[in-house]
């Protein structure tokens, strides 16, 4: 049974991931879930940033992680391998994702590094198409896979397999456009788990809230609800706000519909659009000029 | 554009807090093994060798 479990995660780890998502991408489209949202610049961009990390970055992390880190931690090869699964499992958990948690909340919090992370918010729409939307600058930085690999080399890779598993499910429903956690609002026999289940990991109803085009509706969080896997960080910081609702625009208000190349390589490449982000001399926070000028700094 | 003084503060704030937390699961984990009286890295031959170097 253990082995079948080991092999699941193995798997899932390697093409499992992409093919859930190809599948759940596929019932999403089928369902009308992109409305009219997905143009051609959308899609280029969304395949780009699905393709490149998986084929490109990742490899090349995990390369130089081989190459660099018994120059860096010589000696400490599985230093750690004795570590229980268990724990293991919750020194890595807590470690990556809280790590995770800090690297998307200073994106937002610190103006500077906004434009770093706003590709993923430009999306107009939720689902698998915009689950690995990023600029290539945010994917090389991810802090916690360095984290993780070093983690590895030092002996937790088994609890690595698993964490790393359950967090790409977690956070791969939680950009899914199918609303899986209604069931856990309606029907009553089924609300306290999803009470515990809210405050524990990110659902549909908190992520899709972070993903709001608007908080005027008081259902969209766009500057909070920063949780990954686990939603907990943000209730103990204070950054939360849970609706069970899902808010009726996504994206950014200022959304010029850059072209693919700018929103994934910038600031390789620069937006022709006027008045952009990430145009040349372009504003660092957009809606910093148009609603408030230069007094709030988050987005 | 600078970040406002509220948010920096909170910032500062919680990652105090977060400390704490990256260190809770290794301080429980120790916590566990001084109660059972557990010494799982001395039956671990790897990390044997590591510390009779």
């Known amino acids: 049974m253990l082995h079948y479990i080991e092999l699941i995660f193995t798997n899932l780890n390697g093409w499992g991931l992409p093919v859930i998502m190809l599948i759940i991408g596929i019932v999403e489209f089928s369902f009308g879930l992109y409305e ?5 610049n959308e899609r280029i961009l969304d395949i780009v940033c699905f393709v490149v990390p998986r084929i490109v970055v990742r490899p090349l992390i995990a390369y130089l992680g081989v190459l ?6 010589p000696n400490a090869k599985n230093i750690f391998a004795w570590v229980p699964f268990w724990w293991g499992f919750a020194i890595i958990a807590v470690a990556d994702d809280l790590t ?3 690297y998307h909340r200073l994106h937002h919090q610190l103006p500077w590094l906004w434009r770093f992370h706003r590709t993923h918010h430009s999306a107009p729409y939720m689902g698998m198409a915009m689950a690995s939307r990023q600029n290539i600058i945010y994917t090389i930085f991810f802090s916690q896979i360095y984290l993780t690999t070093t983690l590895v080399y030092l002996g937790l890779g088994y609890p690595v397999l698993f964490v790393t598993g359950i967090k790409a499910l977690i956070t791969t429903g939680a950009h ?10 309606t029907i009553r026999w089924l609300k306290p788990v999803g009470w515990v289940l809210e405050r524990l990991i990110s659902t549909p109803a908190t992520h899709h809230a972070h993903h709001a085009d608007s908080s005027d509706d008081g259902i969209g969080n766009y500057k909070g609800n920063f949780g990954n896997m686990f939603f907990l960080w943000d209730i103990i910081f204070g950054t939360g706000i849970i609706t069970r609702q899902y808010p ?4 950014i208000k200022h959304y010029k519909q850059e072209e693919w190349y700018a929103q994934f390589l910038w600031p390789l490449f620069k937006s022709r ?3 952009s982000e990430l145009s040349a001399g372009g504003p660092m926070v957009g809606d910093s000029v148009a609603v408030v000028p230069a007094a ?4 | 554009m600078k970040t406002d003084k509220v948010t920096q503060q909170k910032i500062i704030r919680d990652a ?23 010494r799982p890295w001395k039956q671990h031959p790897q990390a044997a060798v590591k510390t009779t170097r």
């Open chain 1, 100 to 102: 995770q948690y800090w």
């Open chain 1, 248 to 251: 009726s625009g996504y994206g």
């Open chain 1, 176 to 185: 899914s456009s199918i609303k899986w956690d209604k069931p856990f609002y």
């Open chain 1, 68 to 73: 660099l880190l018994p120059t860096l931690l």
């Open chain 2, 16 to 38: 105090l807090i977060s400390i704490v937390l990256y260190a809770l699961p290794v301080l429980l984990m120790l916590l566990s093994f001084r109660i059972s009286g557990e």
């Open chain 1, 36 to 40: 009219n949202h997905w143009t051609n």
């Open chain 1, 273 to 275: 659009r006027k008045g």
């Open chain 1, 296 to 299: 709030v700094a988050e987005v």
